[in-house]
């Protein structure tokens, strides 16, 4: 868990990819794209079982460490009209009744209007975006809103980092851009089963990696310091290149000189 100060708000970073708003003791939660897999295994793509426990037992201990008494949806709660299956909603009355005295919000997404709302009996408020919290304009698209910082989902936000023997791995991570140049914090996809959108970061965001249980700030160089030492490695590798040569040139014609001179002295005795 990071912590940090949003538009003025203290705010938890969580290795879920939940953000936990302190001030209002509120828990946010992007793209849960809950049924997903059922939707897919009922077009015949056959994928694991399990998602939907694995994702209801995150938030529960999120809802723990956090003690949060508002757990909101950033849209996306539902993937599609495939998940409306009797087994997905066994689950989620199930689970519902352990929080029964749990205020949650769901921010229309555009998977939600696909798919429809979740059964009115789960409780859960239902509201289109932006819906304004505080110093917040929660959204599922990313969009500015005058007058707060919009914190939103919808494009599973993901980094690539690259290292020195060339490996790569990709990460999801929290997006957040600068509060005076663009100020809209996007949240990594909560769901098990969903796919991630490689960022185009702005000089000014700020990137939140998770790495299992790790949230980290990943620092980037200035492209110009970048290109001035990648010019001074590239100046540096061929001035070695161009002394290796020079050297290799004289041993080379240092033993053909002595070759030749044993020749000679040979030739001589006969």
Request: net charge positive; glycine share 8%; charged share 20%.
């Amino acid at each position: 868990m990071t912590s940090l100060k949003l538009a003025g708000t203290e705010v938890q970073l969580l290795a879920s990819g939940a953000m936990h708003l302190k001030a209002g003791q509120t828990l946010l939660i992007a793209d849960l794209h809950l049924g997903k897999a059922s939707s897919f295994r009922q077009l015949g793509v056959p994928v694991p079982h399990g998602t939907t426990q694995s994702n209801l037992q995150a938030i529960d201990r999120d809802l723990s460490d956090t003690q949060a008494q508002h757990l909101i949806f950033l849209g996306d709660f539902l993937h599609s009209r495939f998940a409306h299956t009797p087994a997905l909603h066994d689950s989620l009355f199930t689970w519902r009744k352990t929080h029964a005295q749990l205020p949650m919000t769901l921010i229309r997404g555009n998977h939600d209007s696909r798919a429809g709302d979740p059964p009115s009996e789960l409780g859960i408020t239902i509201v289109n975006e932006p819906f304004l919290l505080g110093a917040f304009a929660l959204c599922h698209h990313p969009q500015q809103v005058a007058g707060h910082y919009t914190l939103a989902g919808h494009l599973h936000p993901c980094i690539t980092l690259h290292g020195k023997a060339r490996e790569r791995l990709r990460l999801p991570c929290f997006w957040l851009g600068d509060e005076v140049q663009y100020p809209v914090g996007i949240l990594p996809a909560y769901g098990d089963f969903t796919g991630m959108y490689e960022i185009e970061r702005r000089k000014a965001d700020k990137v939140y990696a998770i790495a299992g249980d790790v949230v980290r700030r990943v620092e980037f160089k200035d492209k110009t310091c970048v290109a001035r030492k990648t010019r001074k490695l590239r100046e540096k590798r061929e001035t070695n290149t161009s002394a290796w040569i020079a050297m290799a040139n004289f041993e080379f014609f240092s033993r053909l000189s002595r070759n030749f001179r044993a020749f000679r002295v040979t030739a001589v005795r006969f």
